[in-house]
């Protein structure tokens, strides 16, 4: 089931291993059997990996529910191992002034835990951008309010040095406390931020059309994707979300009819299905995800070494899962999916060719098994041309986001970059064969 949604910091734990996976392929059944197993048995089925030290008497429905700009009750972070206090400037601030400071390295875990415990899309997790700096790509981590009150979290992809920087975030910027909003204060500040660390301009996309206004209204900004090179977001197809229920019966009623019929047929044919968490296994599955993006004639958006660092990333927080069929005991089928709190991401999918039919159990197994564990929608990705189709089974109506915005921070230079923009643009698809190559 479900967890509840708590306060911030009211749970405060990394599930690193909620499960003790034997070797192997595991159902998702037996992975929820040894989750209830184990609190059967007293035991806990997280591992702390980060302490936080709290006041007491917080009243944690009263902290969830304050203004991002209001005063929170004081919260430290200790790490398990008793880190000397920072000299860094970043870090210096005020413990009386918000502003935006760039979080540590060695504090990042603390945040993938924090993160999960709100609404940030999983795009602005830590685990989820590390894995692009081998593609010069250069995450930069903020937090905005003071070190031990801090309210409001950026992930900034950085591309280029020195004052001719250029930023990507995705979905974000996030507000830490599920219901309060961040603020036009927090968005301006953000902006002065970019401008005084050398960026050009920031390229944002969020799920909420009052950010991005708030993010317009501080200045220079252009409705405009100044860098479509690489994109982790819905532009031009809108995704298909699939929210659940808790029953079986309640979700499977939302589908189209022929889901059930399908499911029969392949229970009847005897496919199985299996999850799995290490990136060694996806490793052993790539070749069917590369045969697939030959015969389908797509390509595969990122590196193995990517998706592998961020399983291993991941799993620390039990935030991804591999999930595969087989028949006979050959591959046939197999789905990669990360969560942040309320939704898991479908980010990659291939089929056998002669096993098309085992994608309606793939699909629905896997959505399942990340419900339970605390993933309430099952976002199976865009829908371009004929996946529209087999999408609608499970969701008749996509779900549309704004477009991006290019917020410019300094003028001229942004000049330079529309000027050389069609040049660049047209070197896209051979500048990503080159990356992937020397990556993969």
């Known amino acids: 089931m479900r967890q509840s949604n708590r306060s911030l910091f009211e749970r405060h734990r990394c599930p690193g291993d909620p499960v003790q996976i034997?070797?192997?392929?595991?159902?998702?059944?037996?992975?929820?059997?040894?989750?209830?197993?184990?609190?059967?048995?007293?035991?806990?089925?997280?591992?702390?990996?980060?302490?936080?030290?709290?006041?007491?008497?917080?009243?944690?429905?009263?902290?969830?529910s304050m203004s991002v700009v209001a005063p929170i009750p004081d919260i430290s972070v200790a790490a398990e191992t008793n880190a000397p206090q920072s000299t860094d400037k970043t870090e210096s601030r005020s413990s009386t002034q918000a502003a935006w400071f760039e979080v540590r390295p060695e504090h990042l875990p603390?945040?993938?835990?924090?993160?999960?415990?709100?609404?940030?899309?999983?795009?602005?997790?830590?685990?989820?951008?590390?894995?692009?700096?081998?593609l010069w790509l250069t995450p930069r981590y903020l937090a905005w309010g003071t070190q031990d009150r801090p309210q409001a979290f950026v992930s900034i992809l950085t591309i280029g040095f020195g004052p001719a920087k250029i930023g990507l975030v995705f979905r974000g910027p996030t507000c830490i406390h599920s219901r309060a909003g961040i603020c036009s204060v927090a968005i301006g500040e953000l902006?002065?931020?970019?401008?005084?660390?050398?960026?050009?301009?920031?390229?944002?996309?969020?799920?909420?059309?009052?950010?991005?206004?708030?993010?317009?209204?501080?200045?220079?900004?252009?409705?405009f994707d100044a860098f479509p090179y690489f994109l982790d977001y819905p532009i031009i197809s809108p995704d298909y979300v699939v929210s659940q229920s808790d029953s079986d019966e309640e979700t499977l009623a939302g589908f189209d009819r022929e889901v059930r019929r399908k499911l029969r047929r392949a229970t009847e044919l005897g496919y199985q299905f299996c999850v799995e968490t290490s990136p060694e296994a996806l490793q052993r599955a790539w070749p069917l995800y590369q045969?697939?993006?030959?015969?389908?004639?797509?390509?595969?958006?990122?590196?193995?070494?990517?998706?592998?660092?961020?399983?291993?990333l991941?799993?620390?927080?039990?935030?991804?899962?591999?999930?595969?069929?087989?028949?006979?005991?050959?591959?046939?089928?197999?789905?990669?999916?990360?969560?942040?709190?309320?939704?898991?991401?479908?980010?990659?999918?291939?089929?056998?060719?002669?096993?098309?039919?085992?994608?309606?159990?793939?699909?629905?197994h896997a959505m399942r098994d990340m419900y339970r564990v605390g993933a309430r929608r099952y976002n199976m990705g865009p829908g371009p041309g004929s996946l529209a189709r087999f999408k609608r089974q499970f969701c008749q109506t996509p779900v549309a986001y704004p477009g991006a915005i290019t917020v410019v921070t300094n003028e001229t230079l942004y000049r330079t970059w529309k000027f050389v923009f069609p040049v660049a643009k047209s070197l896209r698809p051979t500048l990503r064969k080159i990356v992937t190559r020397l990556k993969s």
């Not at 045969?291 to 291993?312: G, H």
């Not at 005991?329 to 999916?337: A, F, I, N, P, Q």
Request: hydrophobic share 40%.
């Open 22 to 64: 034997p070797p192997g392929s595991v159902s998702g059944l037996e992975l929820d059997a040894a989750r209830k197993q184990k609190v059967k048995n007293g035991d806990s089925p997280f591992l702390p990996l980060a302490t936080i030290l709290l006041p007491s008497k917080v009243d944690f429905e009263k902290l969830a």
């Open 110 to 134: 603390v945040w993938n835990s924090v993160l999960l415990d709100t609404s940030t899309s999983l795009y602005q997790y830590p685990f989820w951008n590390e894995p692009y700096r081998p």
């Open 191 to 223: 902006v002065r931020w970019a401008r005084s660390h050398g960026y050009i301009f920031i390229r944002f996309t969020h799920h909420d059309p009052e950010v991005l206004g708030k993010l317009a209204a501080t200045g220079r900004a252009d409705n």
């Open 291 to 312: 045969d697939c993006s030959r015969r389908k004639q797509f390509r595969l958006e990122r590196p193995l070494s990517v998706y592998m660092e961020a399983m291993r």
């Open 314 to 364: 991941g799993q620390v927080n039990d935030c991804v899962r591999l999930y595969s069929v087989h028949h006979h005991g050959k591959l046939v089928g197999s789905t990669l999916v990360f969560r942040d709190r309320d939704t898991a991401h479908c980010q990659l999918a291939a089929f056998d060719v002669q096993h098309r039919q085992a994608a309606v159990f793939l699909h629905w």
